[in-house]
């Protein structure tokens, strides 16, 4: 995915879009009392806030603008209570030479390794950072037929955020999976209009993510010698079915006994 582009947008529409994610992160951080590490920290949407209410938050990200975003956020907030680290490395492949009761891998952010070996990857070093009575949870969309039925050519409406001036930001998208190598191939439309209704900003955004059924995501945490403990179809709890927008993740290292 085009993050470069994305630290422009983000916050706009991932703000008002609120995937009701925060509460559950929040919960296990808060059960485990830190200190946390978030891979793909993006702009501090879910770091910042524990930070705020005074854990010890370390974040991840590959693209310096995202990192940047968070930053800045941070010089906006009061100071900060507890600690936000935020380091440039790749999820796939980084070394913090230490290790923190709870890892989290939000927003479907392992799908952005695109194939398998990369989200072991991804995953063997989340585990590596992880104590060993330590929790880790990720979340990920879950694959239901009618959405990978998605014509590529439809466009479709995601987000419409209202401007005070009477302006508005719209972002609409376009799939095309692919269902033999699970990839999608998606496109992001985002476009700030005016409050005549001009669009006076507009970008393409490229999105390719590597989709995993619940079974598929089980079998690489056994892989990298986690075992899952829960799996949900919701941030609440519910159990994973076809009709469940997300599969949600908590695991641990996987016990010898
Ligand atoms: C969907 S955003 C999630 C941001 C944040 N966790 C949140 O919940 O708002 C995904 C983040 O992963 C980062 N990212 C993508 N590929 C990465 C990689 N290989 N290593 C580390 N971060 C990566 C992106 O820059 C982006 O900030």
């Known amino acids: 995915m085009d ?3 994305w630290a422009k947008w983000y916050d706009i529409f991932y703000t008002a879009a ?3 994610d925060i509460e559950f992160y929040h919960g296990l951080c808060t059960a485990s009392g830190g200190p946390i590490l978030e891979i793909g920290v993006g702009t501090g949407r879910i770091a910042l806030p524990l930070a705020q209410q005074g854990f010890e938050v370390v ?5 310096e603008p995202m990192l940047k975003v968070a930053q800045q956020n941070a010089l906006n907030v009061a100071p900060l209570s507890g600690s936000l680290s935020l380091i440039q490395a790749d999820m796939r492949n980084f070394d913090l030479k230490r290790q923190f009761p709870v890892v989290t891998i939000p927003a479907r952010t392992l ?4 194939s398998e070996e990369e989200q072991v990857q991804t995953l063997c070093c989340a585990a ?3 104590a060993s009575d330590g929790t880790m949870a990720f979340n990920l969309f879950y694959p239901d037929p009618e959405m ?9 409406l995601l987000e419409v955020v209202e401007k005070p001036d009477g302006g508005r930001y719209v972002l609409t998208a376009k ?9 999608n191939h998606g496109l992001q439309i985002a476009e700030e209009l005016d409050s005549a209704g001009e669009v006076i900003r507009r970008e393409e955004l490229g999105v390719v993510v590597r989709y995993l059924y619940p079974e598929q995501v089980t079998a690489l945490c056994n892989k990298v010698g986690l075992e899952v403990i829960e799996m949900w179809g919701d941030f609440e709890g519910s159990e994973v079915d076809e009709f469940s927008d997300e599969i ?5 290292h996987t016990t010898s006994d």
């Open 175 to 183: 799939n095309r999976f692919d269902l033999e190598s699970q990839l």
């Open 148 to 156: 990978l039925a998605d014509d590529p050519e439809e466009e479709f």
């Open 59 to 63: 974040g991840i990200d590959l693209y």
């Open 3 to 5: 993050y470069v582009a």
């Open 111 to 114: 799908l952005l390794a695109t």
């Open 18 to 20: 609120d995937p009701g």
């Open 128 to 130: 590596q950072h992880l």
């Open 248 to 252: 949600v993740v908590i695991a641990r």
